[in-house]
């Protein structure tokens, strides 16, 4: 067997990628999962802050875990992947992430797992470990991954493109046939060269798009791979338009991609702009600062445009809590930024932070392409409909990255005999020209100003005609760049950024009814 052989790829080493890992090799497929970074803890799960859901004590339920979920994404939900994931999440949470990999949540002063309110929940049950859950469930899942014997990791490897029977055999048979994802083409940054590998089952778990918009607050990793790869093999891609803002990112000149988390409003903290009024109760009466994001974050744009702000302010004098023990991330970083949180409010800006959309998948993970599985942000499993509802995407990812190994393992139907030797090797172009710098900077940065100007927190038809025009007349720019140059992981990001920002675009122009975080003026 050839060393990039494998009974299963996985592109991508956040929650659900590594969930999906280690329950497949524990079930005794070999697996290799590839992170483009060199350090293979870079990707969305890392960051988050919140926690993740779990049931609140006293009266919660799957079914109002499901209503909560259901009324923030606005009733576009799919209802059978909400049962599954609010029926199935805790337990998982419980016996996977707790008690297999340690995770250490912060506990209640009476030993029970401390539990932590967000916006439009009905209640305290989101687990937590202080402001950093999203580094503590990373770090144990890595460690983890790292003594599992079935299971390699491999890190500074790009995916360039899923490999196929009807586009890449060299047999023209398969052109007749049904397509079959069979592998990748993979850019390993340290050789410089493209190598295939082969899978019969090839899962996309490269998390979100935030970085193809100008304010984010996801590291630079999310520029939507995964969904223009899958795009690219010709599957299914569902709620594109439904990209989520989140209400609450530093606003800093030299601080960046710094979400203030939800949780501090969850503790008491309430928004007021600049000239110092409190405004979430002129927008959202009953849940005020505690509402659904979309809300929120629309309710702070509108503010920021009435009042002529480029920002808000976070009031954390309101809290219960001391503020510095129980966020010591945000008290350190924001420290750094010259704030004394415990004393003074926080400057805060609506940012991109989450794709409700993605590559349309079953309730097992399955794309409409044989062999090829999506999980977590790169997934659309219906879960969040028009807007998700505050910690659930670190739930969605490990249950249906679970679920996916679990069908995977039972049900995975080998490469047909033969069809991997018709898999050519990578060609290279002809002269090879190394790429400036400076062009792919430009381009990332105008998709980044498009996207953020014209399908942002507020759209109209005529800023989404802008945006499609823009982006078709630069991806051809784009895809001539790709033919012509030596490939480097900026390129390929560039070149999945555009096809990403096109399907977004694209769908949000064929859309013309608000509905959560879709909102045309
Ligand atoms: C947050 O901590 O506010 C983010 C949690 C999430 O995105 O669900």
């Not at 209400?247 to 600049?274: C, Q, W, Y």
């Not at 808000?312 to 008290?331: H, K, N, S, W």
């Not at 990255?401 to 018709?422: M, Q, V, Y």
Request: net charge negative; with cysteine.
């Amino acid at each position: 067997m050839a060393s990039n052989d494998f009974d299963l790829l996985i592109i991508g080493t956040g929650i659900s990628g590594l969930s999906c890992a280690i329950r497949a090799a524990e079930s005794g497929l070999r697996v290799c999962v590839l992170s483009k970074e060199s350090k293979l803890s870079e990707c969305n799960t890392n960051y988050a802050q919140g926690g993740i859901v779990s049931y609140g004590i006293g009266g919660d339920s799957p079914e109002k875990l499901a209503e909560d979920i259901i009324q923030a994404g606005d009733f576009l939900n799919s209802r059978e992947a909400v049962s599954i994931v609010s029926g199935e999440g805790p337990a998982a949470v419980d016996s996977f992430l707790m008690d297999k990999l340690g995770v250490p949540f912060d506990r209640a002063p009476d030993g029970s797992v401390d539990r932590t309110q967000e916006a439009a929940h009905s209640l305290r049950r989101i687990y937590h470990v202080k402001d950093t859950t999203g580094n503590a469930i990373e770090t144990a899942m890595l460690a983890y991954a790292a003594k599992c014997p079935n299971l390699e990791l491999r890190s500074s490897r790009i995916a360039v493109d899923v490999i196929t029977n009807t586009h890449h055999s060299t047999d023209n048979q398969q052109r007749y046939k049904k397509p079959r994802a069979l592998g990748a083409y993979v850019l390993d940054e340290n050789s410089g060269e493209v190598e295939a590998y082969f899978a019969p089952a090839t899962v996309l778990a490269t998390g979100g798009v935030g970085n193809l918009f100008l304010h984010t607050s996801n590291p630079q990793c999310a520029s939507g791979d995964g969904i223009a790869m899958a795009s690219r093999a010709g599957a299914a891609i569902l709620n594109a338009e439904y990209v989520q803002f989140h209400p609450t990112v530093l606003f800093h000149r030299d601080i960046k991609r710094f979400l203030i988390s939800e949780s501090v409003r969850g503790e008491g903290a309430k928004l007021m702009n600049r000239q110092g009024s409190y405004f979430m109760e002129r927008y959202e009466p009953e849940l005020k600062d505690l509402a659904p994001r979309d809300k929120v974050a629309r309710a702070i744009y509108f503010e920021m445009e009435a009042t002529d702000s480029s920002y808000v302010l976070l009031d954390t004098r309101t809290m219960e809590v001391d503020i510095a023990e129980r966020f010591p991330g945000i008290y350190a970083t924001c420290q750094k930024a010259g704030i004394d949180i415990r004393n003074e409010p926080i400057p805060v800006v609506p940012a991109a932070h989450f794709f409700c959309g993605g590559v349309k998948v079953d309730s097992f993970g399955r794309t409409s392409i044989p062999g090829l599985y999506a999980v977590g942000e790169t997934a659309c499993t219906g879960v969040h409909g028009a807007n998700r509802l505050a910690s659930v995407s670190l739930l969605e990812g490990l249950v249906f990255g679970l679920r996916a190994a679990e069908r995977i393992a039972k049900k995975s139907e080998d490469i047909p005999l033969g069809l991997a030797a018709t898999i050519p090797d990578w060609v290279y172009p002809h002269e090879e020209e190394a790429m400036d710098p400076i062009l792919i900077g430009h381009d990332i940065q105008n998709i980044q100003t498009t996207m953020w100007d014209y399908v942002g927190i507020i759209r109209t038809k005529k800023r989404l005609a802008r945006a499609s025009a823009d982006l078709n007349y630069l991806v051809h720019r784009v895809e001539s760049f790709y033919k012509e140059a030596e490939l480097s992981k900026k390129l390929i990001e560039l070149r999945n950024g555009i096809v990403a920002a096109q399907l977004i675009a694209g769908a949000a122009s064929s859309n013309p009814v608000s509905l959560g975080c879709h909102y045309i003026r």
